[in-house]
Nanobody, 117 residues
């Protein structure tokens, strides 16, 4: 069992930065790949970024490449999403998710990110 709690969301102007943090409980955190997924109002959830359980491989959706960076610290049971050059279209609730293969096993409660123009 893994419990995930996101923090770090807020209101920022376009071009600004935020750093999201996902803190996990449970001794098996390091066995999960971790994703960030977001959902904007009236839209489907969409993949943002992923990082392998070991932390050595990551991947990004095209719309965040070059702007967002995912990282993890297995010793601290955390995964972060550094978001730079934010755009109004990045406004969404951001979720961290523990993944095994293609299955999303555990979700956090989400943190709101609002980018004003």
């Amino acid at each position: 069992q893994v419990q995930l709690v996101e923090s770090g969301g807020g209101l920022v102007q376009a071009g600004g930065s935020l750093r999201l943090l996902c803190s996990a409980s449970g001794r098996t955190f390091s066995s999960y790949a971790m994703d960030w997924v977001r959902q904007a109002p009236g839209k489907e959830r969409e993949f943002v970024a992923t990082i392998k359980s070991s932390g050595d491989i990551s991947g990004y959706a095209d719309f965040v490449k070059g702007r967002f960076t995912i990282s993890r610290d297995n010793a601290k049971n955390t995964v972060s999403l550094q978001m730079n050059n934010l755009k109004p279209e990045d406004t969404a609730v951001y979720y961290c998710v523990a993944r095994v293969g293609t299955k999303y096993e555990y979700w956090g409660q989400g943190t709101q990110v609002t980018v004003s123009s």
